[in-house]
């Protein structure tokens, strides 16, 4: 019983962290990501991750983590440092409003 309370409670947590960012603004501040990662989020090499129809919530968390270290890439590190709190949420929106090749948890060619 402990755990489904928990459960329960994590869900409920994780739904009211919404990112909340702005899709249309994160258009914008996405353009220095579009090098790696596609304009539509679908990587352009494949050892990048395609970020387009991923989890916002994801998204922003990891940019999050990437910022403050506790997720280690020394590039994407360069690239979230300059990143403000918002800019985060907006890009973690943008990448999330786009098709991608992420539907239903599979990989699309």
Known sequence: MKKILTLCA?????????????????????????????VDGVATAPMNPNLGGQHENYL???????KDGSRQNAIMQGMA???SDQDMKDIAA???????KLTDGTLKP
């Open 10 to 38: 994590l869900t409920v947590l994780s739904a009211s962290v919404s990112a909340g960012g702005n899709a249309s603004a994160g258009k914008d501040k996405a353009a220095a990501c579009a090098g790696c990662h596609g």
């Open 60 to 66: 922003y968390h990891a940019l999050k983590s990437y």
């Open 81 to 83: 440092a300059a990143l």
């Open 94 to 100: 943008f990448y999330a409003s786009q098709k991608g």
